[in-house]
Structures are given as structure tokens and as C-alpha cells.
């Protein structure tokens, strides 16, 4: 069937997987363990997947349904029912996706319907939604998807016609006859485009010709938003369903020592209390006690009542202002090397100037304003789970693993989640679900009270890294030594890694600043807990260190910023970084211009500028912050954007958005702490983030492009502390080199 | 006889332990899921709904102590999803994920019910109790002011 379709989605998927992978951290992860069942760990499991659109025709005896591909459902009346497969997370891509078969299908928008897929990765290929891929990776299989069912629903109308589909067009939900004024819906071709055969290469549309893709669609679900209606994981109800509430052991390894839980079942309401034994897998439970309820409120309740003591095991002294003492440490003074080129020691030798900084940041948890939450009913022989979700493929992975099952018995139904900032890709808190469903024989829905989310979560790695470059008698960048200490994400899949490994320190040597002396080193940071993927990842720190390094060295030079920045570029020479140099440029001399960059300010102002690339989009962002004593306001921020061909730019926009509010968040006040192994922070009291009275105006322009597209869930986010650091700089003569900026401590 | 409460204009009894809060009582006895569950001490916002017209925050609220009382939630807000904040909502396209935009929507519509033209700063101070994590709070501020010069033209 259609190879060079086949093929090309094989070898996207593959792609895919690699790119993922690779953003992930995971290719140093052995693949006989426990991950070599899931989509993203190799790509040599996508053999044999059948492809998205590979489910032709699957009911092409069905008069009533046209359904070219495992996406599109065209029933008889004209209405049309989009899957999305990749997960929605608040990012927008159930509108994006879709929005991008209907454009190519020339489907009437207001027909649409767009439903989200349950977990099949054989039928929807990975649905394992991060590292900003979704955009990446489906663009063009959408298209694909789109422009096969109009091609059949153009010939099916020929045929009708008895001429040539040279003689027929598409336009919103008919198609037209050339040479008279004839046409048909789309409802009334149903039956005879099932029975047409799938074109071998569709032809997509001219960018000229986009209904809908570059614009900005409204979002599909914001009407159930707006009246409550929107069913998250954390609402869905299911016959003899139970509540469950848990509390975890606070430290990575402890166990169970003792649970007294004679007053937990005295709580009105309460129906039993389950321990959760550890789940030593990636993604697997840390082990703890539930208490079963007929509602969530007797479940806490409940919680609050047992009597838990831990063995809090070899983590438990884990203190992070001894740790992060440490880890500066350990990048002041040599360290492990992962890349060197050309010749750091006579560009040393030779500097006309020298700088030096050490930058740090704190561990991060994601906060969703959704605790995690899932429901799961356990059977004799199949499971069923409902779940806020960025990973149906894990979930399936886990709990076939955990119950025995073949994946193929475990139903995920993948929910919206209520955030999830790449918190919900793991699933264990719907493998605890299941555990608990399975010991007391009914679905559970079990959620995390916000104490638990913060303390036992996946945290966002802390960090310390030394940054030394020699400037030469033209001011120009000569040599750069980079060294970098950070409890990496491989650890979640083996413990036993002790330094940051080269794949995950890469970024020094691939950064498109391209210095040609240049010596990277990765110093010693065992984990100590759970680490994971948070939005933009390790691009967080990336964007800090270079972005305020590199106003650094500007002053040094005696020049501005946006000069540095240029003058760094510009002196990079290596041809495969032409296209990074010349896009980065390009939005930094956009948020330049329309911040005014340069522009004098009134006393106690200061206008900051940092660029990006992460996730293989541009962003450039501008701070204006005013100060206000020792505090300060962010006024406005100007963002500029490379993200290829635009999708939705409404959509765009809100991910600027987003990521400047989560940037302040992570700049002024975010910052988990553990004390003897356990994390300090419990609630939104304790764990301060951004409100309304600290959000600034948001701009954000885009550079027209017809490059390939590419995501925007975590680009925006590295650039804006740079930026800020830069313009309070500017405004006070405070240079800020942790973060965050005002730590809350208890 | 048995207690009871009044919630999107038709009565229920109070049927479950006096102090569990209004919010389980909500989304756990009567399934109105439309108001969330963010923090449970009262420092997100997410659970905001109205007592007797004043936006209140039902996860630290016992149920018992709202006996007699009037309840709106997002699901009763209006007949046919038309209130001029919801409107504007949509109108701005304000949601990402949506988890907290019930009580961002509650509270402003307790602000506009006293105060019709807030100023900037008094939005900022009316919606500083409501977090959103996915960032949405300039579009919330744009379709607040929205929906304040619609009900002018209303008046």
C-alpha cells in the first residue's frame, strides 16, 4: 500500500523517535530495561507498527462513513470527526493538528469535530507528547491525511460527473465542477469516495491556498472550557467508582517501615487503606499508603489520620544547599571533559581579556494547576484507565508490566490535562491507581492532594556551571571553557550515572555560537531524587548561562548586547551552522527593533535581550523591567519567533505567553528544597508562583518563513531569564547569576 | 429534617458529613465537576464559586455551614453560556488548558457584579487569589475589560 507513503511516514516516525530520544536524554538508556517497550526508547520497534494512514478504508463497505485513515471519519450527513493523537495539554494541538487535515481536506471548520484518540500507537503512531515534537513530527503526515480524503472525495465526484477530477476542485465541504456550476457535499460523496482508491501522492496545497493553517483558529474545546464542561482526568466519573487519597515515602528508595491504621478507618466514608508497594521501574510508583473512600474529601481525611513511619534509606540526608555548594564546586575546578575543539590554551595564553562566571539554578515542580489524577478499573484480564496523560504509550508499557497484561488489554482513555508542563508523561500515579483498583476489586480515581504533587514529584534538574572565555585585542570571543554539574534525566533510568553524560551535555559543542576553541566538562551530580522533564528541559539553564554570560562579556568589550551577541555569530564560521546563525540573528534583530532595543530609559529601568534555539525553533526575547527598590516589574516583554511555517498564530502567541509567566515564576520565586531527604515545599504558600499583578504585556512577532514547522511548547522559555538578569542589570547594576532571584524560603 | 442547600437555583439535601467542604460535596455527591480542585487551602482559586453571589473559595467552605444558602457554580453561571464574561472569554480565546479558568470566570464575575469598570489595578487585586499556571492572565485582564464595557452598554 502506497510504499512511498508508507515509507516516508516509517522513516518520519523513525526520525521522530531518534529526535525525541535524543531530546529526552534517553539513547545512553540500555535497551533491554524496562523502556525498550515503549514508542520513544528506539526506533527499531516502529517496524511493523502500521501507520496512521495505513488503516485504509477500514470500513470502505460501509456506505454510511468515509474513513480514508485512522484520523478522518466523514459520516453521511457531512460532518466530520478529526482524531488527534498526540496529547492536549493546554498547548493547543487538538486544535492545531486537526486544523491542519481539514485545511488540506478543504473541510468547512464549523462541520468538525475533533475528538482525542485513545492510546493506539499502532493506529496513531507515538502518541508520547514532548520535547515540542507534535508540530515537528505529524505537520506533514497531517497534510498527507487531509489531502488523500480530498483527492478520493474530488475523484468520487468526477465519477459521478463521468469526467476527469482534472475538471473538479474542492472548496469548503463541496466539490465543484470546473466548467458548470455543479457541486456536491461532501455528505453526498460519503459512500462513493469510500470505494475510490487512496491516491499514491496526494497533492498539498500552496501556502497561497491555507484556510486555515498560519492563521489563528479559535481553539476547538474553549466553549466546553468556558462552561465547565471540559472533562479532565480529575472528573471523570465511572459505575462503582472509588476515591482514593495517598501519601508517599518522601525520600527516592525509602520503604515502608510501619502504618498504624486504625484511625484512617474510622473516618466516615472510608472503605479501606492499601499500601502501595514501590514500583522500581522508571515511571513506577515511590511506593506508599492509600486510603479508599466514596469521596475524595474522606480519602484525605483519611491520609491525614494513618500513622506512617519510613525508612527513608540511602537518600535520606539529601540537602540541596549542601548540594548545590557542591556542585559549584565541582565546576570550579576541572571536571569529567565531553568535547573539545581547536585550541583553548593559546587562545587563553593570547586574551587580551578573560571573564569568568558561575551560574545556578534550583531544583523546579511542575505545579499543574491539576494534581495528578487518573481513574483505573483493574479486571480479571483487561484494564481500563482514564487519565490526564502526555503518554498513553508509558502508561500502557507500565501497567502491562505491573499486571501482567498484554498491552493491547490496557484501554487508556487519554484526557485533557490541567497542565502538565511534562509532569503527566509519567505515569506513576496512574500505576498506583491501578494498584489500588486491584486490591479492592472497583475502578479507583486517585488524586494527589497538591502536598503530594510538590513533594514527590519529578524535578526539574538543579544546576551550577562555570563559564570562561578570552577576548581577543578585536573584542571578539576566542575561547570558551564550559563546565556544567546537573543530576541528569538518565538517572531516572539508571541510578548508577554520577556525571551529566555527553548526550545530554551536548549542547555546549553543537550551540550555535560555534566558538572554535572550546573545551566542554561535565562535573560530578548524583541524583538524589526523581528527575524529570520540565518545560524546555535543560534548555532552562542553557538559555541562563549563555544568555547572561553573554551580556557579560559585551560589557567587558565595551559594547552592547545585541553587538556581542552579532559579533559571536558572525565569527562563526562551520557551514552546517549557516542556518542556526543566520535564524538566530534573525529574531534577535526583530525583538531588537520592536522593543527598541538600545532606546535610552528613564533612571531604574533597564531593557534586557537574550536569544535561543531549543527544540529546533528561534526565540529572541526583550525584558523591560522597572525597578522598585530592591524588587522590580517586568513592564513588557517583546518576543520574537522561528518556528518555520506558523500553524496557529493565536496559538502561537499564548505559548509566548505562557512561557514569559512561567519564566517569571522560575526567576523570582521557584525553587524546591529538600531538608534530610525530603522536600520542604508543600503548597502554593510555600511554593510561590507568578499572579496576575506580575504579568507584563506580552508581544509577539514572528518571522515570516516557509521553513519547515516546528514547536513552540518550550522554546520561549530559556530566553526569558537571560533577559531578565540582563535588564536588571542594566536598570540597577545588580547582576543576578541564580535562580531564583528571591528565593522563598520557610 | 435534614438540611439543605440551594445550588444553581434548585435545592439539594445535605446528605453527606456537615464539614466536608462544599467542593467534594460538588464534584464527589453531585457530580458538578465544572468547579476544580487545586490546592485545598485556599491559595489557588481553582474551586471558586459563589455564595449568595459572592465568590468564595468551596474547598476550605464546609457544606454543613452553607445550610439555607444560595450556590452558583460555572455550570449555573448563566442559561445558554452567555454571560458577558464567557463571551469575552471566548471571544479572546483566553483557555489553554482550562483547569482554572471556572474560577478565574466566578471571581471576575463576583468583581463585575460590584464593581462594572474595574481599573487595571483593581483587576489585579480582585484576581490575585486566582492561579494559572499555563500564563493566560493578560488575555484574562483583555476579556474582563471586554466584558465590563458590554455590560455598560447593557446598563
Not at chain 1, 454510511?64 to 459520516?75: G, R
Not at chain 1, 527516592?252 to 479501606?272: C, N, P, Q, R, Y
Amino acid at each position: 500500500m502506497r510504499p512511498d507513503i508508507q515509507g516516508f511516514l516509517v522513516a518520519e516516525r523513525k526520525r521522530q523517535a531518534q529526535e525525541l530520544a535524543s531530546t529526552l536524554g534517553r539513547l545512553e538508556i540500555d535497551r533491554r530495561q524496562f523502556l525498550k517497550g515503549t514508542a520513544i526508547a528506539a526506533g527499531g520497534l516502529f517496524i511493523g507498527v502500521s501507520l496512521p494512514m495505513s488503516s485504509l478504508a477500514a470500513s470502505s463497505d460501509k456506505a454510511t462513513e468515509f474513513n480514508p485513515n485512522a484520523f478522518i471519519h466523514l459520516q453521511e450527513n457531512g460532518d466530520l470527526l478529526i482524531y488527534c493523537g498526540r496529547c492536549e495539554m493546554g498547548q493547543g494541538i487538538s486544535t492545531a493538528l486537526p486544523s491542519v487535515v481539514a485545511d488540506e481536506m478543504e473541510a468547512d471548520w464549523s462541520r468538525v469535530r475533533v475528538e482525542q484518540a485513545e492510546g493506539d500507537q499502532d493506529k496513531y503512531g507515538s502518541q508520547a507528547t514532548g520535547g515540542s515534537a507534535s508540530i515537528r513530527t505529524m505537520y506533514e503526515p497531517m497534510r498527507q491525511a487531509g489531502a488523500s480524503a480530498r483527492e478520493m472525495l474530488v475523484a468520487a465526484a468526477a465519477k459521478v460527473w463521468n469526467t476527469s477530477p482534472q475538471n473538479c476542485y474542492a472548496k469548503q465541504h463541496y466539490v465543484y465542477h470546473n466548467e458548470n456550476n455543479n457541486k456536491l457535499s461532501y455528505g453526498e460523496l460519503v459512500a462513493i469516495a469510500a470505494n475510490m482508491p487512496v491516491p499514491e501522492s496526494p497533492s498539498l496545497k500552496n501556502k497561497e491556498d491555507f484556510e486555515y493553517i498560519g492563521k489563528s483558529l479559535p481553539r476547538h474545546d474553549v466553549g466546553m472550557v468556558v462552561e465547565g464542561k471540559r472533562i479532565y482526568g480529575a472528573d471523570v466519573k465511572v459505575p462503582g467508582m472509588q476515591y482514593a487519597a495517598i501519601v508517599h515515602c518522601p525520600v527516592m528508595g525509602g520503604t515502608l517501615k510501619s502504618v498504624d491504621k486504625t484511625e484512617a478507618l474510622k473516618v466516615s466514608g472510608v472503605t479501606a487503606v492499601v499500601e502501595v508497594a514501590p514500583l522500581k521501574v522508571p515511571f513506577g510508583s515511590l511506593g506508599g499508603v492509600a486510603v479508599v473512600a466514596n469521596n475524595s474529601w474522606s480519602a484525605q481525611q483519611g491520609v491525614q489520620k494513618l500513622k506512617v513511619e519510613w525508612d527513608k534509606g540511602e537518600h535520606g540526608s539529601y540537602d540541596t544547599d549542601v548540594y548545590m555548594k557542591q556542585l559549584v564546586e565541582n565546576v570550579q575546578k576541572p571536571a569529567e571533559k565531553i568535547a573539545e575543539r581547536g585550541d583553548l590554551q593559546s587562545a587563553f595564553d593570547r586574551a587580551k581579556h578573560k571573564v569568568s562566571a558561575t551560574y545556578t539554578e534550583g531544583h523546579l515542580v511542575h505545579a499543574p494547576m491539576e494534581p495528578n489524577a487518573s481513574v483505573v478499573s483493574v479486571h480479571d484480564n483487561h484494564c481500563e484507565v482514564w487519565a490526564s496523560t502526555q503518554s498513553p504509550d508509558d502508561i500502557q508499557s507500565v501497567l502491562s508490566g505491573f499486571l501482567g497484561m498484554d498491552k493491547k488489554s490496557i484501554k487508556v482513555n487519554v484526557m485533557i490535562c490541567g497542565g502538565a508542563f511534562g509532569r503527566k508523561f509519567k505515569c506513576d500515579y496512574v500505576q498506583e491507581a491501578a494498584a489500588i483498583s486491584k486490591a479492592v476489586g472497583t475502578p479507583i480515581q486517585l488524586t494527589w492532594t497538591r502536598e503530594e504533587d510538590t513533594k514527590t514529584g519529578y524535578y526539574h534538574s538543579n544546576s551550577a556551571q562555570y563559564i570562561e572565555a578570552s577576548l581577543d585585542e578585536e573584542g571578539n570571543v576566542s575561547g570558551w571553557l564550559h563546565r556544567i554539574a546537573f543530576p541528569s534525566i538518565n538517572t531516572l533510568f539508571d541510578p548508577s550515572i554520577q556525571f551529566a553524560p555527553a548526550n545530554a551535555v551536548s549542547e555546549i559543542e553543537n550551540h550555535p555560537f560555534g566558538i572554535a576553541n572550546l573545551r566542554s566538562e561535565s562535573g560530578l551530580a548524583p541524583a538524589h531524587t526523581r528527575i524529570g522533564w520540565y518545560r524546555a528541559v535543560y534548555a532552562i539553564f542553557w538559555g541562563l548561562g549563555y544568555g547572561v554570560f553573554a551580556d557579560e562579556l559585551a560589557e567587558k568589550a565595551g559594547v552592547d548586547t545585541l553587538t556581542m551577541l552579532n559579533r559571536i555569530y558572525d565569527a562563526n564560521t562551520n557551514p552546517e551552522q549557516e542556518e542556526q546563525v543566520r535564524r538566530s540573528k534573525a529574531v534577535l534583530a526583530l525583538a531588537a527593533e520592536k522593543s527598541g532595543f538600545g532606546k535610552s530609559l528613564p533612571e531604574g529601568e533597564g531593557l534586557g535581550i537574550a536569544v535561543h534555539y531549543s527544540f529546533q525553533s528561534y526565540v529572541a526575547m526583550a525584558v523591560h523591567v522597572r525597578m522598585k527598590g530592591d524588587d522590580f516589574e517586568v513592564v513588557r516583554v517583546d518576543t520574537a519567533l522561528d518556528c518555520g511555517q506558523v500553524l496557529n498564530k493565536d496559538g502561537a502567541a499564548a505559548q509566548q505567553e505562557g512561557a514569559v509567566a512561567m519564566g517569571i515564576s522560575l526567576s523570582k520565586y521557584c525553587e524546591i528544597t529538600f531538608k534530610e531527604g525530603a522536600v520542604v515545599n508543600g503548597n502554593f504558600n510555600d511554593y510561590p508562583v507568578m499572579r496576575i499583578n506580575d504579568m507584563p504585556d506580552v508581544h509577539t512577532h514572528f518571522i515570516e518563513s516557509d521553513a519547515a514547522p516546528t514547536g513552540l511548547g518550550e522554546p520561549g522559555m530559556a530566553p526569558f531569564a537571560p533577559a531578565l538578569i540582563n535588564a536588571i542589570y542594566q536598570a540597577s547594576g545588580k547582576r543576578y547569576r541564580s535562580l531564583p532571584i528571591q528565593p522563598q524560603r520557610t | 429534617m435534614s438540611k439543605t442547600i440551594t445550588i444553581n437555583n434548585k435545592s439539594y439535601d445535605i446528605d453527606v458529613p456537615e464539614d466536608m467542604p462544599l467542593l467534594w460535596f460538588l464534584r464527589d455527591r453531585l457530580e458538578f465537576t465544572g468547579t476544580k480542585f487545586g490546592c485545598g487551602k485556599a491559595l489557588c482559586g481553582a474551586c471558586t464559586v459563589h455564595v449568595d453571589g459572592q465568590a468564595t473559595r468551596s474547598c476550605v467552605m464546609p457544606v454543613g455551614a452553607l445550610a439555607g444558602r444560595s450556590i452558583t457554580t460555572i455550570e449555573g453561571l448563566s442559561d445558554n453560556a452567555d454571560h458577558p464574561l464567557q463571551k469575552a472569554w471566548l471571544e479572546v480565546g483566553v483557555p489553554q488548558c482550562g483547569y482554572c479558568q471556572a474560577g478565574q470566570i466566578m471571581n471576575a464575575a463576583s468583581l463585575l457584579a460590584t464593581n462594572a469598570s474595574p481599573s487595571e489595578k483593581e483587576i489585579e487585586t480582585a484576581m490575585q487569589g486566582n492561579i494559572c499556571r499555563c500564563g493566560t492572565y493578560q488575555r484574562i485582564k483583555q476579556a474582563i475589560n471586554i466584558a465590563a464595557d458590554e455590560l455598560a452598554k447593557e446598563v
